[in-house]
């Protein structure tokens, strides 16, 4: 398994907890927030094992701008600015 860092948004729908990953367009829910991101974690780990052993993950990874560390481990691009906006 590879070494990854991910962002993570947690909001609620209804009386559902909805975990979110931006950066790989990934989510996952629950009935509690621990739940919910504990869940997205699953649901991250599974995405990744399955584009490793199809021999994708690398392209994934560089198409959506994750860089290499020092310690090889793999981070995503800084979210700059995260607001609720309206029109």
């Given amino acids: 398994m590879i070494k990854m860092n991910f962002d993570?948004?947690?909001f609620k729908e209804g009386e559902t907890?909805?975990?979110y990953c931006p950066e790989l367009d990934l989510s996952s829910c629950g009935s509690s927030?621990?739940?919910a991101k504990e869940m997205l974690r699953t649901?991250?780990?599974l995405f990744l094992d399955e584009?490793?052993?199809m021999g994708t993950l690398t392209d994934i990874?560089?198409?959506i701008h994750y860089t290499v560390?020092?310690?090889g481990r793999y981070v995503p691009p800084k979210i700059i600015a995260?607001?609720?906006v309206s029109l």
Wanted: proline letters at 0%; aromatic letters at 4%; glycine letters at 0%.
């Fill in 8 to 10: 993570m948004i947690v």
């Fill in 17 to 19: 907890y909805v975990a």
């Fill in 33 to 35: 927030v621990q739940q």
């Fill in 43 to 45: 649901a991250i780990r």
């Fill in 51 to 53: 584009a490793e052993k």
């Fill in 61 to 63: 990874l560089s198409e």
């Fill in 69 to 71: 560390n020092h310690d």
């Fill in 82 to 84: 995260a607001e609720e």
